[in-house]
């Protein structure tokens, strides 16, 4: 039975955690559990990532790409709407790249997964659409970077082993991350619709931790004035670097 999917973490209301800035662009370090905009997926969400940025650097924002609320890491944003189209398109036509960190059960190694995945429709926003949906190309490269094994016991094992995984997706189905690691039978901690409910538990009683442990760590792509690449680097936050810290999963 999967768990009943939750918000997370309440995001601080404090500043947002600016990571790169030009006349165009403008990319945040995205806290787990703030919502890119409004989103009647949960109508008591009172902050949110549009407005926040807004309001604290004092002029409009146009989000170029989607990062799903628990996931934090780098989300960035067009200062200039002219330049959206073709940020955006570089998304849409998978010119970018992206790399994330996350934590999944068990020890995992390197590989590429090519495994399609069939769209994701939600219930109301998508009760018209076509349900029968053919499966879209999804492709993902993993590579686990540090491993740990913990005295703790999660059913049917005396022990738990982890691993510090770094994911570079390269195509952008909907929850594809996650998917592919459910799929390879080691899911992401913190996953509440596709993770394992037995670790999720135990890392709320162990860790204090109920956050989904995916980071966007990395975006590249290609400025649309200069024609430049453009690294933008997101650092984990004191939480995730504190919790791979006590779980000896170092990470330089």
Known sequence: MLETEVTDAAPVSAELEIVYRDEQLIAINKPSGLLVHRSWLDSHATEFAVQKLRDQIGQHVYPAHRLDRPTSGVLLFILDKNY????MAQFAEQKTK?????????HIGEGFLDYALKKKLDKIADKHANQDQQAQEAKTAYKG???????????????????????????????????HMKH???PIIGDTTHGDGKHNQMFRDNFDSDRLLLHAEYLGFTHPVTGKKVEIHAP?????????????????
Do not use: W
């Open 145 to 179: 970077i540090a491993f740990c094994e913990l005295p703790i016991a999660v059913r049917p094992y005396p022990q738990s082993r982890y691993s510090l995984v770094e994911l570079t997706p390269q195509t952008g189905r909907r929850h594809q991350l996650r998917r």
């Open 236 to 252: 984990l936050d004191n939480t995730f670097k504190s919790l791979l810290k006590k779980m000896e999963l170092n990470h330089a």
């Open 98 to 106: 992206k790399r994330y960190l996350a934590v999944v059960r068990g």
């Open 84 to 87: 959206l189209p073709d940020v």
């Open 184 to 186: 390879l039978y080691h």
